[in-house]
């Protein structure tokens, strides 16, 4: 199985942009899916979490901003960024949790995709 994100591109800051991630022959509804990034020069990091049944978690840097939604019918997660700033600027990943439940968390992703590169210019 393979993720597939896409979306990434170039934006002003205080801009929007909206990520997707497609999961073909996943068991979706198994899978907390979620959204990590990586800055130049740092490790990766957590961003937002969906459970199957819709329960999001987000990390500080991006709560109020940044939305996780699914698409569950056709195995979609889209991770939806307003009032972007340059320090968000970083090749976002789309990744899947087996065991998370209804309980999203920032860890135990097993599943990743490529990632999806985001330039915020300021």
């Known amino acids: 199985v393979q993720l597939q994100a896409s979306g990434g591109g170039l934006v002003q800051a205080g801009g929007s942009r909206q990520l997707s991630c497609a999961a073909p022959?996943?068991?979706?509804?198994?899978?907390?899916m979620g959204w990590f990034r990586q800055a130049p020069g740092k490790e990766r990091e957590f961003v937002g979490a969906?459970?199957?049944?819709?329960?999001?978690y987000y990390a500080d840097s991006v709560k109020g901003r940044f939305a996780v939604s699914r698409d569950n019918a056709n195995s979609m997660v889209y991770l939806q960024m307003n009032s972007l700033k340059p320090e968000d600027t970083a090749l976002y990943y789309c990744?899947?949790?087996?065991?998370?439940?209804?309980?999203?968390?920032?860890?135990?992703?097993?599943?990743w995709g490529q990632g999806t590169l985001v330039t915020v210019s300021s």
């Open positions: 969906m459970s199957w049944r819709g329960n999001p």
């Open positions: 022959g996943l068991a979706f509804r198994n899978y907390v």
């Open positions: 990744a899947a949790d087996r065991y998370g439940g209804n309980y999203p968390r920032p860890y135990g992703f097993d599943l």
